[in-house]
């Protein structure tokens, strides 16, 4: 299995522009996580999603974050626009049961300029 | 709101011996996990202990549980440089997994 796989793997952009990050789960997975990490505040569970849908996005910072999870095998986490504060780690993870034990992506590197 | 905090933050120690770390949480857990995250890459799960064990071992890892005191260690024995990283641990807060700031451990060659 080729595990969580992320992409970009590295994101560099201007300030208001739209960015989108994809992650496709392991195959058979059904919860599907986001997660932020900063220095500063650590690993922050942003929405998690079970068999494609949304179940607590009460981690999502504020509008300009949104997610989706159109099927089994591919969700997206979009910032519209993107400010210099998001820039940071952000990384998907797959699992089964929600507080059981997650695989975690190699995760995508935003910075926002 | 951070569920578990992992003690000490950071950790140097000499290629050989071991490392020990401790996570303390507030709730009751129906388990509790150690990952380990090494620069750059994503985190990895080590090691899953439930409420009902009180020790666990896999490999050079062994973690316990308290559940009286709130409280788990992970040790790593006989350390290696390759153990540079940095070590969380999670537990369940509701329907959320929720991890601690971790433990940075360096492990000198």
């Known amino acids: 299995d080729a595990g969580v796989i992320q992409s970009p793997r590295h994101e560099v952009t201007e300030m208001g522009q739209e960015v989108t990050l994809r992650c496709k789960p392991i195959?058979?997975?059904?919860?599907l996580f986001w997660y932020r990490q900063t220095m500063m505040r650590g690993l922050e569970l942003l929405i998690y999603f079970n068999n494609n849908v949304p179940i607590d996005d009460s981690g999502m910072p504020e509008d300009r974050f949104s997610a989706k999870m159109p099927n089994a095998s591919f969700s997206t986490l979009k910032i519209q626009p993107s400010e210099p504060r998001d820039s940071a780690v952000y990384f998907c993870?797959?699992?089964?049961?929600?507080?059981?034990?997650?695989?975690f992506g190699p995760g995508t590197r935003l910075t926002v300029l | 709101s951070q569920q578990g905090e992992e003690d000490p933050q950071a950790l140097s120690i000499q290629e050989g011996e071991n490392a020990t770390m401790n996570c303390s949480y507030k709730t009751s857990i129906n388990n509790l996990q150690w990952y380990r995250q090494n620069s750059g890459r994503g985190l990895v799960h080590l090691i899953l202990i439930r409420s009902n064990e009180r020790e666990k071992h896999s490999g050079r890892l062994r973690v316990t549980l308290d559940t009286s005191k709130k409280s788990s260690s992970l040790l790593i024995t006989a350390s290696r440089a390759a153990d540079t990283a940095s070590y969380f641990c999670a537990t369940p807060l509701g329907n959320k997994l929720t991890f601690g700031g971790g433990t940075r451990v360096l492990v000198k060659p």
């Open positions: 993870a797959s699992g089964g049961p929600s507080t059981d034990t997650q695989y």
């Open positions: 195959s058979g997975h059904n919860s």
